[in-house]
Nanobody
Framework: VQLVESWGGLGPAGGSLGLSCGGS????????IGWFRQAPGEEREFVAA????????FYSDSVKGRFTISRDNAKNTVYLQMNSLKPEDTAVYSC????????????????WGQGTQVTVSS
């Protein structure tokens, strides 16, 4: 089971960036996927999650209204569109898989990607 994050990078405050999370067929289609982030010196933080079909999405209060999670199971990919970026969004973002319908807890995710850096300049 392998999850691979792509995109991210550097963006200005108020701007937009996108992330993608790719995996193999069995990895994705039957599982909820979550995005987490971790800033230096901080604990890992839940960002967003989407159920297996894409019919339900969940967001942390800190990103609600600014970030959008979506998925394309035909492409085995989950996306995180990040708008109205803030400097405090700067972190390493990781996607992960959970066998639950969804979860806000990182310990309920069993497979993780390697993470990708997102830096928001002020």
């Amino acid at each position: 089971v392998q999850l691979v994050e792509s995109w991210g990078g550097l963006g200005p405050a108020g701007g937009s960036l996108g992330l993608s999370c790719g995996g193999s067929g069995r990895t994705f289609r039957n599982y909820a996927i979550g995005w987490f982030r971790q800033a230096p010196g901080e604990e890992r933080e839940f960002v967003a999650a989407i159920n297996w079909s894409g019919s339900s999405t969940f967001y942390s209060d800190s990103v609600k209204g600014r970030f959008t999670i979506s998925r394309d199971n035909a492409k085995n990919t989950v996306y995180l569109q990040m708008n109205s970026l803030k400097p405090e969004d700067t972190a390493v973002y990781s996607c992960a898989r959970t066998p639950l319908r969804y979860s806000f807890r990182s310990d309920e995710y069993d497979y993780w990607g390697q993470g990708t850096q997102v830096t928001v300049s002020s």
